[in-house]
């Protein structure tokens, strides 16, 4: 099956700063990619679709100057957490569709903890 | 808008059979997804069901599909120890695109 790749797959930021995240389709194009996030114990939330070569659409209640994302290629969609603070601390996703495969395929996920 | 629903927490003994379920919302899901997620790890695809089916068969894995109650059910026969993770039950919306909306997830646990 398909390959998506995160990374890093676990930061720890000061408050304030900025963390990008890198998501990879290793062996296919994906036109839309997505992210999610989610809480300990909690379910996935959507944040927002990307699709490639346009501006993401972004679910209701996320800050789209908070969290940029740039879908720059059929294979790379990043995530920036800007000024990032405790409260953004979780576990972000990525996934990658495939018209292909008919299915979507999950980034492994990357752990952020902003102190 | 659309929401999917799961029981939290779900506990069996090692060989017993487990069911998951999960009630869905939107009538014109196309497709229905059961993801495993272990501990500190991403998603991992299980199993899937098209609308237009009633039952799919997967090693130990069987999904049933109850399209008028709207009710998705995920069964693990001769449980293991090593299935002890969080189920989540997805599906997607109409309209293509694969956006796909996620339950709150079944902790599944294995006693020995």
């Known amino acids: 099956g398909a390959v998506v790749s995160q990374h890093p797959s676990w930061v720890i930021c000061k408050s304030g700063t900025s963390v990008k995240i890198e998501c990879r389709s290793l062996?296919?194009?994906?036109?839309?990619m997505f992210w999610y996030r989610q809480f300990p114990k909690q379910s996935l939330m959507l944040m927002a679709t990307?699709?490639?070569?346009?501006?993401?659409?972004?679910e209701q209640g996320v800050e789209k100057d908070k969290f940029l994302i740039n879908h720059a290629s059929l294979t790379l969609s990043t995530l920036t957490v800007t000024s990032a603070h405790p409260e953004d601390s979780s576990f972000y996703i990525c996934?990658?569709?495939?018209?292909?495969?008919?299915?979507?395929?999950f980034g492994p996920g990357t752990r952020l903890t902003v102190l | 808008g659309e929401d999917v629903e799961q029981s939290l927490f779900l506990s069996v003994r090692e060989g017993d059979s487990s069911v998951i379920n999960c009630t869905y919302t939107?009538?014109?899901?196309?497709?229905l997804y059961w993801y495993k997620q272990e501990p500190g790890a991403g998603l991992q695809l299980l199993t899937y069901?098209?609308?237009?089916?009633d039952m799919k068969q997967d090693q130990r894995l069987t999904v049933l599909l109850n399209k008028k109650d709207k009710h998705l059910s995920l069964r693990i026969a001769d449980t293991q120890t090593g299935d002890s993770a969080i189920y989540f039950c997805?599906?997607?919306?109409?309209?293509?695109?694969?956006?796909?909306?996620f339950g709150a997830g079944t902790r599944l646990f294995v006693k020995a």
């Open positions: 996934s990658a569709d495939s018209p292909a495969y008919n299915e979507q395929f």
């Open positions: 062996d296919f194009q994906a036109t839309t």
């Open positions: 990307s699709n490639e070569g346009s501006k993401a659409t972004y």
């Open positions: 939107d009538s014109s899901s196309t497709y």
């Open positions: 069901i098209f609308s237009n089916m």
């Open positions: 997805a599906e997607t919306e109409s309209g293509g695109g694969f956006k796909t909306i």
